[in-house]
């Protein structure tokens, strides 16, 4: 295998990882008849701290399972893909910060479950770096993310039946400020550049180097210099030379 496969899967695996382990717990809860409640996260209560960590990868039907896996591995995927350098910390924050939000401001005596708060943080993510950075890139994401999940607005609209709307709603915001923290923490292929990047390495400029940086009678010794230097060498290479 070639170093761009290996790039690729080595990219592919951290999403892989995710929705397998979701599928897997899933099944084992299924198969076994267990009953993963206590891993749920419960606001301001002691013993819903342990679900800040466990939450999102319990869920309650295939139905919620499928409708958190898909865009699970999309959104991770195209975060490893085009924001590289931030990507890992990135999706660490969102996963951390979205559950210490719901512990801290949810509604109490209910069990939040899913990872449809993180979901929501990182399509959050992608649709506000395009806005704090704006380059070709990042808006274009922003502009595929608002294609794609534009509907998921409507899921941080409050008090929707067997819903956490508050993970949706939080997942959102911490989207935002992780986008604004690791603004400039920029690609390789986003980095401002040199706007004489493209004469380097060439011999003759249209004008001088320092044109506008020699006073007039620098300009006018410069320019005698250089007469002088032609003269000599039209003289050196004569026929008699």
Known sequence: ???????????????????????????????????????????????????????????????????????????????????????????????????????AFARPNVIHIGASGVVYGLVSFVFWTGIFRRNLKSIMLALVITILYSGYFFGILPNQPGISWESHLFGGLVGILVAYWMRDLREKDEEPKDPWQDEKGKDEYFLPRNTFEETLLERAARRRSEQNSQSWTQDNTGPNA
């Open 1 to 103: 295998m070639d170093n761009s496969g290996k790039n690729t899967l080595r990219l592919i695996q951290l999403p892989a990882y995710l929705v397998i382990s979701l599928w897997i717990i899933h099944i084992l809860k299924l198969s076994l008849g267990l009953d993963l409640g206590s891993f749920g996260l419960i606001a301001r209560d002691s013993s819903g701290i342990l679900g800040i960590f466990t939450a999102p990868f319990i869920h309650g039907s295939f139905q919620h399972l499928m409708s958190n896996s898909v865009p699970l591995f999309v959104m991770t995927l195209m975060i490893m893909f085009f924001y590289r350098r931030i990507a890992y910390q990135s999706i660490l924050l969102i996963y951390l910060l979205t559950g210490i939000a719901v512990w």
